[in-house]
């Protein structure tokens, strides 16, 4: 195993006397089909892993079983909805981030809340906030559009741009987001929020950067996600920031393969041009970024081995020329693997 852990507890304060630039972390939905959550887990980091992520929709007893497997520092972050906002049996009905009905995104914004709580009693330092998925365009017109590859896509993505129905369902996201930011505040958590690849959802880069500027100096962050990007890349022809330019804003980064219409495939499988990603791993950074390894279920081991093995090559690519230059962030040389 290639040292890019930080095998100790982990808490955001502890990244800034850490010397580790990088952790790789799978996440509970990312394993065999049939196997229960703490099995999953169990067999995850019998493979190497010494971080979970825990994904949406991780039921409260399923949660009540892992935690009674991993030690605190094992799960370094959590996407919403958590079990702790799952418990009044949410499921489909969960609220949509970025409804433009008030009563919906109050309840939003109180099981978001729950979720910052539970991430508190759990020494959980991040909360990971799905992507808006807008009323217009839906996913089909958008899929139709992107496999024509004319003008329609074109005119789909200048009208979604420009309409005042993505500026309301910003608004509202904004509206929430603030709320939900100030109550991490006061439990000492992050929030990272996905963004935008097709052009059905948002924050897009635009409001990305808008979402960013309002709310400098909350605790907000960026998580990446690599098939988001590429969607980014082959619907505008351009990407949606550059990676070199990471600095701190960016948590981590959903790692995956895919294309327009699938995710979640191992490394090598879809589209994700793999060697961009070097500009991140490579950006300086007060803490190191979350590699969050997220496949489906009709994964094998060889296919999680496989994505692993070139995720970390790509990590420790420069590791020589890091040490040369002096970087606060050296990789460790050792990692001790007794968190389980």
């Not at 100096?217 to 098939?227: K, N, R, T």
């Not at 093995?309 to 020589?320: G, K, M, S, Y």
Request: with cysteine; hydrophobic share 40%; aromatic share 4%.
């Amino acid at each position: 195993m290639t040292a890019l852990e930080l095998g100790t507890t982990i808490i955001w304060d502890d990244f800034r006397s850490a010397s580790v630039t990088a952790i790789i972390a799978a996440t509970t939905r990312c394993g065999l089909e049939g196997l229960s959550i703490e099995s999953n887990v169990r067999r995850l980091l019998d493979v190497g892993f010494e971080h979970i992520v825990l994904h949406a929709g991780v039921r409260p007893h399923a949660w009540e079983n892992l935690s009674a497997l991993v030690r605190r520092g094992v799960v370094v972050a959590a996407h919403h909805p958590t079990p702790a906002s799952l418990s009044r049996g949410v499921g489909a009905t969960d609220p949509r981030p970025g409804s433009l009905d008030a009563d919906e995104r109050r309840e939003l914004v109180n099981r978001v809340r729950q979720s910052i709580e539970f991430l508190d009693r759990n020494d959980i330092p991040l909360l990971v906030l799905p992507p808006v998925t807008l009323d217009e365009p839906d996913v089909a017109a958008v899929l139709e559009a992107m496999g024509s590859r004319d003008e329609a896509l074109e005119r789909l993505i200048e009208r979604r741009d420009s309409a005042e129905l993505t500026q309301r369902q910003l608004e509202s996201f904004l509206r929430a987001l603030d709320a939900i930011l100030a109550h991490a505040d006061r439990y000492g958590r992050r929030v990272a929020i996905v963004p935008a690849g097709l052009p059905c959802e948002l924050p897009g880069e635009v409001e990305l950067g808008r979402i960013l500027e309002e709310l400098a100096g909350a605790p907000l962050d960026v998580m990446a996600d690599m098939v988001r990007f590429e969607r980014h890349v082959e619907a505008r022809g351009r990407t949606p920031w550059p990676l070199d330019e990471g600095g701190d804003r960016i948590a981590g980064v959903i790692v995956h393969d895919g294309d327009a219409s699938r995710a979640r495939l191992p490394l090598g499988e879809g589209r994700v041009e793999l060697e961009r990603w070097s500009a991140l791993a490579r950006a300086a950074t007060s803490r190191p970024l979350v590699w969050s390894v997220d496949l489906s279920r009709h994964a094998g081991e060889s296919d999680i081995a496989g994505t692993d093995a070139r995720l970390r090559a790509l990590l420790t690519r420069d590791d020589a020329r890091r040490r040369d230059a002096g970087s606060p962030f050296p990789f460790l040389d050792s990692v001790p693997n007794d968190l389980v």
